[in-house]
């Protein structure tokens, strides 16, 4: 009976270990290069810097590529895991017909504090409403973009604030279902803190989405991209980029050309409810 007690004893241990490790496990913060400020500036007045400070715990380091705010939509990126993402700033600059304001996570480039899912959640709103209302900006002309760890974010803040479309890089049904594909699913279930579950919330996103998938994908799996499509309930179309991987998918032409040919859509639906407003308003 001691054996077995102690064995108990000893799963019970290295279960509460492994959890308080779950995060350090999940998340890989990236520190900011001591040049890129420098960087940044050289672009010019093209995007600006800016800082806020969340529930009173961490402050938050960001940028907004001001393009057009009147003719242009509004995306609100959230980056994948290891990711820095001012690094993004030269060819978003170039390549994304929108209006971008992205953030560092928390403990992610010069951003304070630690990644938490619950916290991170909270964060995209306070990003949002904060920047949109700087901006005079309306939800129907904002989108969010999220790619792999940040396609559950960017899908959260669109389904709480009722953004107009919604842009996913490389998206899961949930990290729970992910890690159950490399690890036994009931030790992923014990060990697991975050689960970042955006098919828990996925049905009841009213933003058109465009859903952008590696062939290749050597982090996640197509099914889980597959599964995130299926629970969806809004409208949606699934991009395949093919001969790409999980980190190479937006180093190729078709990629942007998606993205932009997505966004033309969206403007032009805009414009055009727009119009029918005006017309029912007269």
Known sequence: MKLVAGIVIISILA?????????????????????????????????????????NTATLQGWIMEKDLQALPTLFYFGGNAEEVSLNAEEYLAHVAANVVMVNYRGYGQSGGTPVEEQLKADALTIYDKVSKDLGLVPERCGAWGRSLGSSIASYLAWQRGLGYLILTCPFDSIEAVAGGFYPSWLVKLVLTDRHRTVDFAGQIKAR?????????EIIPGERTQALYDSLGNSRELVVIPGTGHNTISGVGMYYDAVNGFLKKINGLLIKE????GMTKN
């Open 15 to 55: 279960v509460a270990g492994l959890r308080m490790v779950s995060r350090k496990l999940l998340y890989f913060p990236v520190p900011m290069d001591r040049m890129r400020e420098t960087q940044l500036e050289a672009l010019g007045p093209a995007i600006r810097s800016f800082s806020l400070t969340v529930d």
């Open 274 to 277: 727009g119009e029918e407003k």
């Open 209 to 217: 989405t465009l859903i952008l998938a590696a062939s290749d994908d």
